[in-house]
Each structure stands twice: as structure tokens, then as C-alpha cells.
């Protein structure tokens, strides 16, 4: 059974402000790792996704993924009060029955002006 | 655009009431999902579905009914409310593979 663990639960920074989140995950062999974001009273939006080791790079957010150590991280450069949502990470595998994506708990991110 | 519609957006139901949340998606996708999410918990996922008439079911099923009768929607009934259960049902579709997700805006229920 996948587990994904996120941290910090919360986390407040001046507008700005480089942000960094992270996500450890037990299954090595999940084939995708996606970022979701969810802003009160709405579902979670999909934000940015990484299947292979390494870094993909997409305006303000930057993913790293490194497999061996079962870890992935956000960052969000330039941290807009617009920002401020829940983070969700989401770990995937696709098989037979089709794709399931598992998610973590969250991070609380508050961006203050 | 593609849009994903769920109904009711607030639900509220007495304790041993079966209830009955519905969701409608125009993207043709073909996978649907349901998943509920409480405060501290996460999203846990309840059924999916891969094409019409099929479901599998998640890591939260019991408790649960899931109907997959059409391509557009999915319908998911609790079939024996709990009280003081408060929570948010999130609907979700997928073209399948590893795709993302489209997330409904949620039916959050309160069963008093």
C-alpha cells in the first residue's frame, strides 16, 4: 500500500519569498508524481507532474524528483499572496485497472502581502 | 473547455438515510473516481471507474455504492449515513494512462 508523506503541515512566508515543499513516498516503482493545488471551497487543480529522476522547470514552479531516495519537492519561486492553498501531493501507478493516484495529507501554504 | 459538474453541492441527512451524490464530466473521459476528503486525512479514494458499467473499488469502499451507467457520469451512494459525519466527496475524471486529473468543485455532506 503506497503511503505519501508531505511536510510542513503549514508553512507562512512574506510575498516573495521562495517556497519549498516536500513529499516522501514508499513505492519505488510509482510512475508518476504529481503536484495539485486546492484553494478553499474547490477541487484540487492539477499544477505540474515528473515521471523520470532529475527536474522539470514550468514558469514560477520548479519539481525535483529523486527516485533512490524515494523523495519529491516544490518550489515556488517568487511566492504570490494568489499562492496561498493547500498543496497536494499525488503519487500514481497505471496497470490493468486502469490509473490511481494516491495523496498526501497536504501542505497549508499562506503567503502573506 | 471541459467541464465536471457535481450535484448537490451541499448535502445535509439524518443518521441511517441513504444519500446519493452525482457526477457529470464532458471531457469524454474515461476513467471516473470518487474520493472523500476529511480534515487531517487527505483525499482517500472510495470507487473509480474505468469505462461504463465498470467499478473497482478504492481503499474506502465499504460503506459505499458506486454506478457507472453512462460514460458522463458516476454516482456514488452512502448507503447508511453516519451522525456527525462531515465531509467533502470529490469527483474526479482522467483520459486514463498516467494523465492528470480533473477534479469536481465537491458535495460536502452533513449528516445530523
Known amino acids: 500500500q503506497e503511503k505519501v508523506q508531505q511536510s510542513p503541515e503549514s508553512l507562512i512566508v512574506p510575498e516573495g519569498a521562495m517556497v519549498s515543499l516536500n513529499c516522501s513516498f514508499s513505492d519505488s516503482a510509482s510512475q508518476s508524481i504529481w503536484w495539485y493545488q486546492q484553494h478553499p471551497g474547490k477541487g484540487p487543480k492539477a499544477l505540474i507532474?515528473?515521471?523520470?529522476?532529475g527536474n522539470k522547470k514550468e514558469g514560477r514552479l520548479t519539481v525535483y524528483l529523486n527516485r533512490a531516495s524515494l523523495h519529491v519537492s516544490l518550489h515556488i519561486k517568487d511566492s504570490q499572496p494568489s499562492d496561498s492553498a493547500v498543496y497536494l501531493c499525488a503519487v500514481g501507478r497505471y496497470g490493468s485497472s486502469g490509473n490511481k493516484l494516491i495523496f498526501g495529507i497536504g501542505t497549508l501554504l499562506s503567503v502573506k502581502p | 473547455g471541459g467541464i465536471i459538474t457535481q450535484t448537490p453541492k451541499f448535502l445535509i441527512g439524518q443518521e441511517g438515510q441513504k444519500l446519493t451524490l452525482k457526477c457529470q464530466q464532458n471531457f469524454n473521459h474515461d476513467t471516473m473516481y470518487w474520493y472523500r476528503q476529511d480534515s487531517g486525512k487527505g483525499l482517500r479514494l472510495i470507487y473509480y471507474s474505468i469505462t461504463e458499467n465498470d467499478l473497482q473499488k478504492g481503499d474506502l469502499s465499504e460503506g459505499y455504492d458506486a454506478s457507472r451507467e453512462k460514460k458522463s457520469s458516476f454516482s456514488l451512494t452512502v448507503t447508511s449515513a453516519q451522525k456527525n459525519e462531515m465531509a467533502v466527496f470529490l469527483c474526479?475524471?482522467?483520459?486514463?494512462?498516467?494523465?492528470?486529473?480533473?477534479f469536481g468543485s465537491g458535495t460536502r455532506l452533513l449528516v445530523i
Open positions: 507532474s515528473i515521471f523520470s529522476n
Open positions: 474526479a475524471s482522467s483520459q486514463g494512462g498516467n494523465s492528470d486529473y480533473t
